[in-house]
């Protein structure tokens, strides 16, 4: 199994409060994602990475900013947390761009009250 | 927008039958890529299909790309309990920006 591993796994938090989720890797690989999954919707891509200090938006990236230092970690904030921002987040790594295949992490919980 | 539309659903069935799960779009894409997810983990990676009219078989599942790049199927033959899942397939971009866009899934349940 890829060495991807999220934090914390499930948190609960009250509205306009700042989240921060980590994915940390052991691949160094170059790419690494932030999807969040909700019933009927599949997987959305919010940011994305292609390199240290290298990122870019996805499909969903409002509400959300990421951050990477260093190779093996990829940072997720919520600055100020809102309900539709409850779901299941997961961080993925690939070594190719484009059509590499994607090693997921277990994915984090959060729920917003 | 590229978007990834998956049909059906949901799928529930009993063990022993066959079933095909769709996943149709009106873009090109350059590679399409099939996961199974169980709950509680993340996605994994079942087979990655590039060529248009590609058919990949992996014991009893069979996938296939369209000729034209923009769908692909899914075919379980004698499915089993073990097939229960999340089925999600996911298309990579031709500008080769990085991004797979993801279906929204299809749930399978087989009943014993």
């Known amino acids: 199994d890829a060495g991807i591993t999220q934090s914390p796994r499930h948190k609960v938090t009250e509205t306009g409060t700042p989240v921060t989720l980590r994915c940390h890797q052991t691949e160094n690989h170059r790419y690494m994602y932030w999807y969040r999954q909700d019933p009927g919707h599949g997987l959305r891509l919010i940011h994305y990475?292609?390199?240290?200090?290298?990122?870019d938006k996805g499909e969903v990236s409002d509400g959300y900013s990421v951050s990477r230092s260093k190779t093996e970690d990829f940072l997720l904030t919520l600055e100020s947390a809102t309900s539709s921002q409850t779901s299941v987040y997961f961080c993925a790594i690939s070594e190719l761009a484009g059509g590499g295949e994607l090693f997921f992490g277990e994915g984090s919980r959060l729920t917003v009250l | 927008t590229q978007l990834l539309e998956q049909s059906p659903q949901f799928l529930s069935i009993q063990e022993g039958e066959n079933l095909t799960v769709y996943c149709n779009s009106s873009s090109v894409f350059s590679s399409l890529q099939w996961y199974r997810q169980e709950p509680g983990e993340g996605p994994v990676l079942l087979v990655t299909?590039?060529?248009?009219?590609e058919v990949k078989k992996l014991k009893r599942l069979t996938f296939q790309f369209g000729d034209a790049r923009k769908d692909s199927s899914l075919h379980i033959t004698a499915a089993q309990p073990g097939d229960t899942g999340l089925y999600l397939c996911a298309g990579a971009s031709p500008s080769n920006t990085g991004k797979l866009i993801f279906g929204q899934g299809t749930t399978l349940q087989v009943k014993p």
């Open positions: 299909v590039v060529t248009g009219g």
């Open positions: 990475s292609y390199g240290v200090k290298d990122t």
